[in-house]
Structure formats: C-alpha cells, structure tokens
C-alpha cells in the first residue's frame, strides 16, 4: 500500500489533520490507530467534552475558538446524540484575587477578540440556576464555550474527511515503527497483516499521550507525560428531573462551570451533574507504561477529601449525595507537554511530522495549523510557541519532565503572573559569572532554563539617589518586581554596568557559499566587509518576520549570526533546514558567553583593560573586532540593546570570571554596576527596540513591525523576498506604534486592550516604565489612521482604564547620539 501521508492516531487531533489536509485538497491520506478509530484508547474517548475558549495566552485563544468554530459545523453522527452544545461556560471566581485575574482575563478576551462579559453571583445563577450564589464573588461568561460528545465529533470529523475519499481510516493497525532512509520517511511498519508496511512520503504523529513511544524510537524528543484524572458521574438528581434522557437536546442545556480556584469543574449529562477535579497529588504516567487504553483505576482517596465538599458548596443540588453509589466514574490520562503547550510541527527527519500534546480544545486548532504548515510551507498563527524544536535538551530528561510537568498539574488552573520564574526544579543552567551575582545578591529568573539575575540586592542603596524618578507600584504590579531594577536602569544611563548576556547564542555558517548562503536567508544585505555588523531579519514566504538578529562576518567564507537563547534550537534548525550549496551549520554557542558593557562611562572602562583601539574613530558603532581583555582574546561588538554607548563582549566560558573581575575593577572609580534582567528591558524599550516573539513574530511583516529598514529589496533573492516586495507598496494594515500612559501611575504587562472609545482597536505587546523618560510606555499594533502623535486612547488593566497618547518613536536618544558617541 501506498500514501501520501499517514497519519498516526484517529483521536480528535489525528482526525482533525486528516480533515484539513483533505480541505486543503491533498489526496491518499491514511489514518491508522492502534484500536478503534472513533471511541478510541486514548483520551477522546473519555474526554469530559469540555471546549474552552478563554485563555491568558493568545495562541491558545486561536486554536481554541477556531475549533469552537469548527465543532459546530460538524454534522451530529447519529440522531441520537447531538455532537456539540453550544451553552457557554462560566469560570467562577471563589477568592478575591480570582476575581481581579478574571477582570485580567476579561481584557485578554477583548485583546485577542474572543466574546465574553464578567457576571456578578446573580447574573450566574439566571445562566446557571443549580449554582449556589454565595459560594462565590462573580464569574467570566464565554458563550461560545461548548460541551461536545468527543467521540460522536471526532467520528463526525473523519466522516467528513473520509466523504471524498482523499482520506481512508483503518482501526486495530498499531504503527510499530517509521522507516527512514537517507534522513527521510519512506514507510511505516504495522501489526496489520494486511498492511505490514505502507510506502508513505509523510508521517504525522499525532498519538499523544503515546508521542514519545516512536518518538524515542526516531530520535525526535516529545516531552510530555500522561497524568492521571478523576472524572464521576452523579446518578439522576431530582433537581434535574426534568431533563430526559430520550431526548438529546436535554442532555446539555447548561454552561460548564468551573471553579477555578479548587480546580474542579462540573457539566450537565441530562438528570445528572458529571465533576472533574484537578485537587489531588499529580499522578504521571510514562508512555511506556501506558498499556492499550488511557484508563486507569478510579481512586475515591484522590477525589473525595477537598475536591467533594468544595462541589457541594457551589453546588446544592449534589447535597447529601454519596460518590460511591454513582454509577459512572473513571480515571482517565491526559497528556502534559513540559511547557503547557501543544508539540507541532516538522522534525529533524525529513517528512515526521508531530501534532502532540493537545486536548480537545485545540484539537482542530492544532490540525489547522499542522495542514497549513505542511500544505503552505507556514502556518497562519506564529507556531514558536509550539514548534516541536524549540526544546533544549534538559527539557526532555527524565529528572526535569516529571517535576516541571507534575508543577503543571498542580497550577493547571493557579494564577501565573507573567513575570513569575517557575518554582520547581531551579539551577538546571547557571551562567558562568553566578558566583558574582550570588555575592551581589541577585534576585534570579529563568531563561532557557539558565538563572540570570532580574536585580541586585547590592544595588538597593542607588534606589534612594533616584527616589523621584522610579515610581512605587502596588498589587499586582508590584509582584517580582523592585524598585532596584529602576535604580539600575538610571545608573546605566549615568555611568555604566555590566549586564550578563549568556542568554545570546551564535549560529555559525562556514564554507565556500556561505556568502550567498546567509544573503538568502536574511532580508538586509549581510554579506559586507570582513568585521561588519549587521542587524537584519529572517522572513517567512509571506513576509512574516521569523526573527530579528545581528550577523557578524567573521571571514570572507565564515558568519556568525546572534540569536537568543530561549528560541536556539528552533533557529538553528531553521538554518540548517535553508541550508544549500557548500556551508556548514555548527552552534559554538556553549563554548562561549558573553557580557554587555554599556553606559556612557563604558569606553572609559574597556580602555583600562584593553590595548586595543576603542575610540569611535578606531572602533565604529556597528561593527566587530577580536580585542585583548587581560589575557583573554574577546570578540567586541560595538552595539547595545540598552539604547547607550558600550560593547557586547563575547568570551571563552573558561575565561568569563576573570574578564568579569577586570572590568569590574576598572568600572570601580566610575561606580559600575551589575544590571539585571528587568533593567534590560526597560532600556530597550524606552529605546523603541522590538522584542522578539512580544512585539515582532511571523504574524507581523517588517513594515508594520517598524522593521522594513532591514529588507533590501534591491539585493538578490531571498526568503521572504517576493513577498515583501508586495508588502512595501501595499498600504499598512497596522503598526507597531509607541504609547505614553498619561498618568504616572498607571501600567501595563502585556495583552490589554487598547480602546477608541467603546472598540478595541489593538492590544499591548509590551510595557515598562521608561525611568529616562519619566513616563509608564506600552507598544501595539494600532490602525495607521490612529498611530499619529498625540491620538488619545486608553488602555485597559484590571478593568480600570487609563489614559494614553500615541508619542514619538523612540522615545529616547531618537538621533542616536548616545549610541554614537
């Protein structure tokens, strides 16, 4: 037999890449599952059929309500069962902390142009009238929040595929192996007798819980683990009476609820209430100990003692009822990715594709996406989020995956402020100059799993010499936050500070084409003279910007190209999968660290320990030189993400105490300080310079993004190239536009609307004090109409709306006579 594509796995996942494969017109796609094809062994099967469609994060808003979207086109199965019930859902918020995050959450849904209204107690119960209205302070309402019969959609979704016959599903075929020859997929390998192997130019993995089975099996990592979950049943309610069970519009006409703050939800099934709880001792499960089924035993100890008199509470109706006597109960496994997100995309072998680590709420998210990457080349929605190589090896070993993922069970439904590090599993990666920020006190975050320091206790005595100029914040705000990082931010500007950057990597591109290599891969012209720097950008076919970076030519057939930790193993794979011609791709990024020395005293500093030529004659902004410090050879490059005079210095890890030790003795009579993490930021963004994957990713093109000075439309092709040219003389659709808070106090973090009067017209990608500028600064994308200088607007934070105007950008040093000096 011969296909296409197959497609391993005929959960909601795996039927939803069969069905937007067929709707993108490709042909001979066969699924295969290891048991039945519609109520299958994994976790379709047995999913509650909850759909919701609220999140703090954008991505997962989009996959979300585009399957709700979905859902409900998919004709019911059987007359019998209604497949999708469009009743809403409401979260109900016990705590006032719980209600604050909702009114948070209210913003986002208006950001990311998802339906949704806050309710008082009241307005619950005229939506939900088996809720107990004094159990809890108010709720979210999504209307478009559904309740499916996961089965009956999922056997709806591969009727639909299969109609046409582009699509065929075969059951009880186990794929037992993927044969790969020359790098590439050729066949897969079943139990079936009467298809041992079937030719196959694709393969999609898309057996969840079971990803890493074949996984380990290719050498592709999917970290994730089953965990597993406690669903029961309650017997027919008299409350419920009315409700009957021949009818299957009765078996849903409520919303879901859930109470979030004890990680319990609870849904309609006709007379009866079906609870799910999150409020026990994670329980994972390895895929090599899965078995057939993604089922194990029920456990009452793991669901009685606080998830049950919580339910009670909220719920009168299931007063005095007895768990034990319910007749339905069942402990299903749920998959958990490492970081929460779903692993999609192309792997290291050629023609293995992954579609793991999603729920049926972004089961047809996930397959959209998938199709579109494999179809178009790129997916509509900015994939870095769930890019299957974006991990770093420590994420999928054994000692890591199962703490950071059993941390994920436990906060599933926990109030995660976006600047919070995790909590377990600290010290997986520790920069080689920790020891000097552990003697000056540093508060630590996390990057790429490496400890940086967000601020220095050291430095809490500067935060009276620039009382005035850094405002206090309270409540959330003021959470991993400090006075300190405005203190360190001011110093910079004044004097000078040394930042640790080991949060930079260096991709390597070597060999006879390099030149014409890399000119394709970035849209500004790179290949200069020996010792340039450039800062450019890598685009996507339609002009999305895949990333910003500077580029150093190091030979005149070698390059180093400057990435950021956090997203280096995806664009070293983005490289090496452009790779043509005679190049070489190598990452020297482990052998190598590097620091920034910035501030308007930083010339002063690096002349003390350095023979070389400094000066701006000698040594002019953006460009780069081998230069002695001590005794270490360091590649200088003169270029700072915090807006000021200074020098990125990138150094042998064997050498980065030492080069540490002298410049800071060389900074002492210009009192030099060490700078955190949060201080970089505020630098940067008083200085109008994007952030990656906040402010710049592929759903923006380099125009609107502020960015079209990196594309040299007139060099040879390259990636992105066409379509940019069609994009610079196409008028914007929006841009990423400056704003100043009108009030001193008022703030920001990310993802709240920004509002013309009653419209949501864009939302904050990023926001900071600006300490230089004496102003709270937000970025979004606004319509051009509306990014003039002085338009007034308002942004809305915690359901309080504060005043803004669209302002100059940047804002500081616009002339760059800082940077230049």
Not at 358 to 382: C, Q, Y
Not at 425 to 430: E, G, I
Not at 484 to 491: D, F, K
Request: include cysteine; aromatic fraction near 10%.
């Amino acid at each position: 037999m011969q296909a296409r594509v197959v497609v391993v796995g005929s959960g909601i996942v795996g039927s939803s890449v069969a069905l937007h494969l067929v709707k993108a017109g490709w042909k001979d796609i066969v699924v295969l599952d290891k048991g039945p094809l519609i109520d299958n062994d994994g976790s379709t099967s047995h999913a509650p059929g909850g759909v919701v469609v609220l999140s703090h994060n954008k991505l997962l808003t989009q996959l979300a309500n585009y399957g709700a979207s979905l859902y409900k086109t998919i004709a019911d199965l059987s007359p019998d069962r209604i497949n999708t019930n469009c009743r809403g859902g409401i979260d109900l918020a016990v705590s006032e902390r719980r209600w604050a995050d909702l009114q948070r959450l209210h913003g986002e849904a208006i950001a990311f142009g998802a339906e949704a209204r806050l309710v008082r107690p009241d307005e619950a119960v005229e939506l939900h009238p088996y809720l107990d209205p004094s159990s809890f302070v108010g709720g979210i309402y999504a209307p478009n929040a559904q309740l499916v019969a996961a089965p009956m959609l999922n056997g709806g979704i591969q009727r639909d595929a299969a109609a046409g016959g582009a699509a065929r599903f075969i059951g009880h075929t186990e794929v037992l192996d993927v044969e790969v020859a020359g790098g590439r997929v050729v066949a897969v390998l079943t139990s079936n007798p009467g298809l041992p192997r079937i030719e196959c130019e694709q393969v999609v993995l898309a057996t969840n819980i079971w990803g890493p089975l074949l996984g380990d099996k290719l050498g592709v990592p999917v970290p994730l683990l089953g965990y597993e979950h406690q669903y029961i049943i309650s017997h027919p309610l008299e409350a419920l009476a009315r409700f009957d069970r021949d009818r299957p519009e009765h078996e849903v006409t409520l919303p879901t609820i859930r109470e979030v703050d004890n990680t319990l939800y609870l849904r309609q099934h006709w007379d009866s209430f079906g609870v799910g709880s999150y409020k026990h001792a994670p329980r994972p499960v390895s895929a090599h100990r899965l078995g057939q089924t993604a089922k194990h035993e029920f456990t009452f100890s793991d669901f009685l003692p606080e998830a049950w008199p919580q339910i009670q509470r909220v719920f009168p109706a299931l007063r005095g009822t007895d768990p034990h006597s319910f007749p339905v109960r069942y402990n299903g496994i749920f998959a958990f990715p490492v970081d929460g997100m779903p692993i999609v995309g192309p792997t290291a072998v050629a023609g293995l594709w992954t579609a793991l680590g999603s729920w049926l709420t972004h089961g047809a998210g996930v397959g959209k996406t998938l199709a579109e990457w494999m179809v178009d080349g790129e997916p509509e929605w900015d994939p870095r989020q769930l890019d299957v190589n974006r991990f770093h090896p420590f994420a999928s070993t054994p000692a890591y995956l199962e703490r950071i993922c059993n941390q994920n069970y436990r906060e599933i439904y926990e109030i995660i402020h976006p600047r919070q590090a995790p909590t377990v599993v600290r010290n997986v990666r520790l920069s080689p100059f920790h020891p000097r920020h552990l003697a000056l006190g540093a508060e630590f975050t996390v990057f790429a799993g490496i400890e940086l320091p967000n601020w220095y206790a050291a430095n809490a005595p500067l935060v009276d010499r620039y009382r005035e100029a850094v405002p206090s914040r309270t409540g959330w705000a003021s959470e991993f936050w400090s006075e300190i990082q405005g203190a360190e931010h001011l110093a910079t500007r004044e004097s000078v500070a040394l930042f640790d950057l080991h949060g930079l990597s260096i991709i390597e591109v070597a060999g006879a084409d390099a030149a014409e290599f890399v000119e394709r891969l970035c849209a500004n012209k790179v290949a200069r003279k020996v010792g340039s720097l450039v800062y450019t950008t890598w685009l996507t076919p339609r002009g999305g910007v895949r990333r910003d970076l500077a580029v150093a030519r190091m030979a005149d057939d070698r390059f180093w190209m400057f990435v950021g930790e956090g997203s280096r193993p995806r664009d070293l794979d983005w490289v090496r999968r452009a790779a043509t011609g005679s190049v070489t791709v190598g990452d020297i990024s482990d052998g190598l660290t590097a620091l920034g020395l910035w501030g308007p005293n930083s010339r002063k500093v690096l002349e003390k320990v350095t023979s070389a030529d400094v000066s701006n004659q000698g040594f002019p902004y953006f460009t780069s030189r081998w230069i002695d410090i001590g005794t270490t050879r360091a590649l200088a490059l003169r270029v700072s993400y915090a807006g000021e005079l200074g020098w990125e210095l990138h150094i042998p890890v064997d050498a980065a105490l030492g080069v540490w030790d002298l410049l800071w003795e060389a900074g002492q009579e210009f009192e030099i300080i060490g700078a955190g993490m949060g201080a970089f930021d505020s630098l940067r963004l008083e200085k109008g310079y994007r952030g990656w994957g906040t402010d710049v990713h592929t759903e923006y093109d380099a125009y609107e993004s502020g960015l079209g000075w990196t594309v040299r439309l007139d060099k040879d092709d390259f990636i992105g190239a066409e379509a940019s040219r069609q994009l610079s003389t196409s008028p914007l659709r929006r841009t990423l536009t400056c704003l100043t808070f009108d009030d001193r106090d008022g703030v920001a973090m990310g993802y709240e609307p920004i509002m013309a009067g009653d419209d949501c017209v864009g939302f904050v990608t990023s926001s900071n004090f600006g300490y230089s500028v004496g102003a709270q600064i937000a970025y979004g994308y606004l319509p051009p109409a509306l990014a003039v200088e002085g338009t007034r607007l308002e942004i809305v934070y915690f359901g309080r709306r504060f005043g803004v105007t669209v302002a100059p950008d940047p804002l500081f040093d616009p002339k760059m006579e800082r940077m230049k000096a």
